[in-house]
Nanobody, 124 residues
Framework: VQLQASGGGLVQAGGSLRLSCAAS????????MAWFRQAPGKEREFVAG????????YYADSVKGRFTISRDNAKNTVTLQMNSMNPEDTAVYYC??????????????????WGQGTKVTVSS
C-alpha cells in the first residue's frame, strides 16, 4: 500500500484546513486508517483514526470537537477536516494504515504503512 498525503499549508489561528490521503491497493476498506502529527522537537503523536467501514472514529483529546476524520472506500481516500486551529496544531501530518487492527490505534508501532507527510503551519 502506498499513501499520499496532501492539503497542508499555512492558515491563521481560528481557521480551517482539510488534509487528504490517497491510498493505492484493492484492500483499502480492510485497513484501519489514522492521522498522526509531529511537531519540531517532539515525538510523533496520534491525532485521529477510523475503522475500515468508517463507523468508528477515534480522536486525541487535543483535537476532539475540532477535527473530523472520514473515509471514502470507493475512492480509497481518508480525510482530516481541521477547524478552529491553533498554533499548537503546527506540525507535519502523516497518514498511516494498519492492516490488522487489534484494538490498539494510538501507537506508531500499530501501523504498517506511512505516507510522506504534509506540513501544516498555524500562525497566531
Amino acid at each position: 500500500v502506498q499513501l499520499q498525503a496532501s492539503g497542508g499549508g499555512l492558515v491563521q489561528a481560528g481557521g480551517s484546513l482539510r488534509l487528504s490521503c490517497a491510498a493505492s491497493g484493492r484492500t483499502f476498506s480492510s485497513y484501519f486508517m489514522a492521522w498522526f502529527r509531529q511537531a519540531p522537537g517532539k515525538e510523533r503523536e496520534f491525532v485521529a483514526g477510523i475503522s475500515g467501514n468508517g463507523a468508528r472514529p477515534y480522536y486525541a483529546d487535543s483535537v476532539k470537537g475540532r477535527f473530523t476524520i472520514s473515509r471514502d472506500n470507493a475512492k480509497n481516500t481518508v480525510t482530516l477536516q481541521m477547524n478552529s486551529m491553533n498554533p499548537e496544531d503546527t506540525a507535519v501530518y502523516y497518514c498511516a494504515a494498519d492492516r490488522y487492527y487489534s484494538g490498539s490505534y494510538y501507537r506508531t508501532d500499530d501501523y504498517d504503512y506511512w505516507g510522506q507527510g504534509t506540513k501544516v503551519t498555524v500562525s497566531s
